[in-house]
Nanobody, 119 residues
Framework: QGQLVESGGGLVQPGGSLRLSCAAS????????MSWYRQAPGKERELVAS????????NYADAVKGRFTISRDNAKNTVSLQMNSLKTGDTTVYYC????????????WGQGTQVTVSS
């Protein structure tokens, strides 16, 4: 059974940076598209960024383009989200998600990590 464990969340001032990491285990990481989502209380979970299995293509939500960068290391089974120029509106819980590129119904979620941007 696949498992994803996020880390790196915390409290940061507006304009600051954080780097989230997601460690994967229990599945063939290099066969999965990896994504970061976030969900604020009372709102739907929204896609923040995604990266293809080989890492050649990335996509970002308009709200984070130019500020966030997603990357992966298939040798270490990790995916990261570098977040720069953070805004108070980025405050929420961030989740890592893995989706099998062939069997798309096979997906895993992490437990989430809290990011708080506040002065």
């Amino acid at each position: 059974q696949g498992q994803l464990v996020e880390s790196g969340g915390g409290l940061v001032q507006p304009g600051g940076s954080l780097r989230l990491s997601c460690a994967a285990s229990g599945f063939t990481f290099s066969r999965y598209t990896m994504s970061w989502y976030r969900q604020a209380p009372g709102k739907e979970r929204e896609l923040v960024a995604s990266i293809t299995a080989a890492g050649g293509t990335t996509n970002y939500a308009d709200a984070v383009k130019g500020r966030f960068t997603i990357s992966r290391d298939n040798a270490k089974n990790t995916v990261s989200l570098q977040m720069n120029s953070l805004k108070t509106g980025d405050t929420t819980v961030y989740y890592c998600k893995a989706v099998d590129v062939v069997i798309v119904r096979r997906a895993y979620w992490g437990q989430g990590t809290q990011v708080t941007v506040s002065s």
